[in-house]
């Protein structure tokens, strides 16, 4: 079994970037998820409320993002390093120390959405745990990202899905961070540990998955199809499930092709 894919998603809950390589790091893959829109309130924005920001593309330049909305071909960039001030943001019950982008930024964002935004970065001082009941570590930590550092899908696993569709659907729907080729779906279940050469994942927890399913990153448009056919028969309890959740363990550099060892 090997990497099939590896994806970053640098503002959380716009597009994502495929790359080849990318440092793992105690947060997750490096970039991945330490932007992220909120409101007036500081509370964090996501495609559940704002499909549209499917529709927002991202690109990595050598110190900086390049983000364009593809509905109206407007483009920003977005520094590595903020400028702004600290505030708080609020990204589920975790009350977050995080510096504002910059004023000019934020104000690009607004005019975009048609509501008051501001883009928020999380620095390497801010400190966001894990939840308690699933960490290796007591102080294992995670970006944005709804919960855990890392996401694992397994492409046998949507196969199996696209075999019970009406309309085949991409692996970006599920918004993975590391896809792996394993030729039995759902396998991932099963799993405690991957490694490679040089880095290891401990699997703490399957990924209960909500509406964003169904949304369509390459147009922003929102079915039902997707959810409604995993609840048949990936379903326990209230929850769905697809992929698995992940922290590291131990760090370094994961490439696509890397042979993955799974235990």
Known sequence: MQVERLFVYPIKSLGGVEVLNARVESRGLELDRRWMLVDEQGIFLTQRT??????????????KLLVTNQENGKHTSVPFEPKGEWCSALVWDDKVDVKEVSAGISKWFSEQLQQN?????????????????????INDIVSFADGYPILI??????????????????????????????????????????????????????CARCVMVNINPATGKKGTEVLAKLSEYRREGNKVYFGT?????????????????AS
């Open 50 to 63: 704002h499909p549209e920001l499917a529709l927002f593309e991202l690109k990595i330049d050598s110190a």
């Open 117 to 137: 935004i501001r883009l928020v970065y999380m620095p390497n001082e801010s400190r966001r745990k894990v939840d308690e009941r699933y960490v290796v570590n």
């Open 153 to 206: 899908t397994n492409d046998a696993s949507l196969v199996d899905l696209n075999s019970r569709l009406e309309e085949k659907v991409e692996m970006e729907r599920f918004r993975p961070n590391i896809v792996v080729d394993s030729l039995t779906p759902f396998e991932e279940d099963t799993w405690s540990r991957l490694q490679t050469d040089t880095i290891e994942l401990s699997l703490v927890k399957k």
């Open 245 to 261: 959740n992940a922290i590291p363990v131990k760090t370094g550099i994961i490439q696509v092709g890397d042979i993955l060892e």
